[in-house]
């Protein structure tokens, strides 16, 4: 299952909430700060990838480290 993240409208805190495809349209999960329903789902952030001298990306097919350790 993946892992939405939320911020409560009524207290500002951010979250993050474990569920299923199909109840991330159905619910809004309760803040644990204040378990106030009035929470919205965030756009997570996305790292990127910087090129090196090389100019191309030197990472590796899933599965596998790619380079990192």
């Known amino acids: 299952m993946p892992i939405y993240e939320y911020e409560c409208k009524d207290c500002g805190k951010e979250f993050e909430k474990i569920m299923s495809f199909s109840a991330k349209d159905i ?3 309760e803040c644990p ?18 090129q090196g001298s090389s100019g191309g990306y030197s ?4 599965g596998s480290s790619g380079g990192f350790s």
Do not use: K
């Not at 700060?33 to 910087?50: D, E, F, K, N």
């Open 33 to 50: 700060g204040c378990q106030s329903r009035q929470t919205q789902r965030l756009i997570s952030r996305v790292s990127s990838h910087s």
């Open 59 to 62: 990472g590796s097919s899933c």
């Open 27 to 29: 619910d809004s999960p």
